[in-house]
DNA sequence: CGTGCCAGGTGCCGT
DNA sequence: ACGGCACTTGGCACG
């Protein structure tokens, strides 16, 4: 059990005393959260530039460095928790933060930091339901959505095109790759279940007794095409 | 241009209080950031939950509203801003933010608000390079380095099976489908490219005297064997 | 508005 | 580390 920390927050600080208030938090491994007028300049696997304006930036104890703007759940710019982070107060008076690691940078320039907060954020387990894993978990409880007389023999089964997501036989007793998917589709799902359907057919040796079905709750035209085209068929599966 | 305003920190509020000023910042369209112990509640596409922790919780003037841990530059949670914005001051003390439009909800429930800053963010143009369609214009400019004596007809040419990144001949004058990918691609890129082939083919009735050639600056060995399976080409360009 | 596709995709888990 | 794939993928541009 760690010490509790407070929350210290400071209006309008001087860049120079914001400098020392980041570096100390980052050497406590503790957050910080700034609101400021700054610019924005990214360098790595692609570059970019955010023009100057008021933003919320925020370094985190594992060492990210984002941006976050007026609009939109995503940041405007953001640095992964590795490499090194430097706080430096500039003699005209500019507060920069700058992430670099061995292939991207992100340097923040801030001309005014009107807030700056230093807390202690706290790991978090987060836990999802309705992922696709949930789908497969119904479709083995009940292999009649997939199909009537489905039997499932497999899940993750490996095919020298990838892991299949169901792998079972028909009432007929034929073999069939099913691929799940939680939402409605495109193109890519029918050449996905494409691909598996005929890596197994080449490993098995079974030229065309594997059969492809294709679960999602809906598919797009162009997926259906593809899946006729190729002979593969679609279970509808409402959530 | 609108008026300047000042940003404005609380130290502590109490939820009664907190809850007035995000419903104010809400109301003039400004942003409000709050530092504090929390759980977080979503549901919608699927459905997820956060322990009680302290948590990073920002409100845009866009509506949207999300929820940052200690690590990573993705949200825990967040709601997209649309919908309606809702803040209460419950009977044991809370504070609950929710954002609730037709299809999800996101649900904040505070226990303490540490730290409480209202702002105004600026929106923002962030432009970047380095982009697939970057790469696209270097190699118009340049066609051989899609292979040597290729000459470019077309970008975005339609195809039954969708928009072609570059269409063009090759130094034989045979017709060629070119695929460009800014990074290291798998086998979705191969598949992708032989639909449009195939598209391509049936549309144009020349039966298979279309290649296709994917341009990237690696490929997986999967996508490989796709491609020579397929008879299609890759062709390494480096950014 | 749906469809298709890029993204600095990110994150997870497997070899 | 590389690879394959899901993701509340998000976001844009085009029919």
Redo the contacts with the bound molecule.
Sequence with gaps: MTEPTETTTHADPAPADAAVLVRDAVDADRAAALVGSCTVD?D???S?HVDPGVRHVVRQPDGTLLVHGA?????L????GDGDFTTTATADDRLVLRAESNT?E?TVALDAVHALTVYDPDDAD?D?Q????DVVSRLLNDPDLVESGFTPLATERDTP???V?IYGRDANGRICVV??????V????AT?LD??VRALREDLHTDSDIRGILVAP?V????RDILLERGHDFSPFEA
Excluded at 77 to 80: E, F, I, K, R, S
């Design positions: 990214y790595g696997r692609a970019g609009t939109g759940h995503r940041p710019a953001w640095h992964a991207e992100l987060k999802v309705g992922t696709e894993a095109a990838g892991p997501d691929e799940v998917k939680r939402s409605r495109g193109p890519d799902a996905q691909r598996y809906s797009t035209q162009k997926c």
